[in-house]
């Protein structure tokens, strides 16, 4: 084990997809790791943020594990630029909405109604235990809708109350990676792309496949601005949305480095949220 960075927590083993161990150098505080004496006292103006991913279909180049992956990665970055305790973070939820990907081999998916379920679940869990700013972190597509829906149908249900923060946000929603790094084709995330490659291949090289002879596939437009319901074949015959043959670990770097900086930014606005305003 590494020695332990000054102003750190002692590690705590909180991923494991491999039997790999990966230790989080912790500054702020994993719900896992407490008793329920020390969350009650976190309570009530600490946000409690819930990261939330997905078991699915990458490609023919990467594991069905990346969202999961990538996600536990912006955390644990994300960890150590924040003040100590100042959030408490929940253990990773690697099941995601899926379905549009079942037909690829490895996908395990809730559907969507029970995904919305579930997550309503959790805030009702958090808001008896006295939370009051809770958010869902989601690094995983499919859950956008879902997630955006059970913060709405949650503010309904607790009407009464003016003091609660109810958010749901994806990562790669925080920061314009391109602004900062002209080599990058895309313009925006797609699906076992450029991005997500690059990301895996800054973390574990050795899980990423051959991409040289990828095709770029576009992501399309699909009449907009209408929304049209799709299901992972009709746009990709490999499983990918994007154009992973141009990924790179240094690539990976930068865009683990501005989407760590931007969460943590944002993080830091929910803290310092005055506990009424509906704007911040
Ligand atoms: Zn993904």
């Excluded at 919305?116 to 805030?123: C, E, P, S, V, Y």
């Amino acid at each position: 084990m590494p020695s332990l960075p000054v102003g750190c927590r002692p590690p705590l083993r909180v991923f494991d997809f491999d039997q790999t161990s990966i230790w989080l150098f912790t500054r702020t505080v994993n719900l896992t790791d407490l008793s329920w004496q020390r969350i009650a006292a976190l309570a009530p103006d600490t946000p409690i943020v819930f990261p939330i991913a997905a078991i699915e279909q990458h490609g023919l180049h990467l594991p069905v594990a990346t969202d999961s992956m990538l996600l536990a990665e912006v955390v644990r970055r994300t960890n150590v630029l924040l003040p100590i305790e100042s959030v408490l973070f929940g253990p990773l939820q690697w099941l995601g909405n899926s379905d549009h990907h079942l037909h690829f081999a490895g996908t395990l998916s809730a559907e969507p109604r029970g995904y919305i379920d579930m997550l309503n679940r959790m805030i009702d869990n958090a808001v008896q235990h006295g939370f009051r700013r809770i958010v869902f972190l989601n690094g995983h597509g499919g859950n956008d809708v879902p997630g955006r829906q059970a913060v709405f149908e949650a503010r309904q249900r607790y009407r009464s109350r003016k003091d609660l923060l109810l958010l749901f946000t994806t990562y790669w929603d925080h920061a314009k990676p391109w602004f900062t790094r002209d080599d990058l084709v895309q313009r925006y995330m797609g699906h076992a792309c450029e991005w997500e490659t690059s990301m895996i291949q800054a973390i574990h090289p050795e899980l990423v496949g051959d991409i040289d002879e990828l095709e770029d596939v576009a992501a399309g437009f699909g009449f907009e601005p209408a929304y049209r319901g799709w299901i992972t074949d009709d746009r990709t015959v490999a499983g990918h949305i994007g154009c992973p043959r141009h990924a790179s670990p240094e690539k990976g770097e930068h865009l683990f480095t501005v989407y760590a900086d931007s969460v943590a930014e944002f993080l830091r606005r929910v803290c310092d949220w005055d506990g009424q305003s509906f704007d911040r």
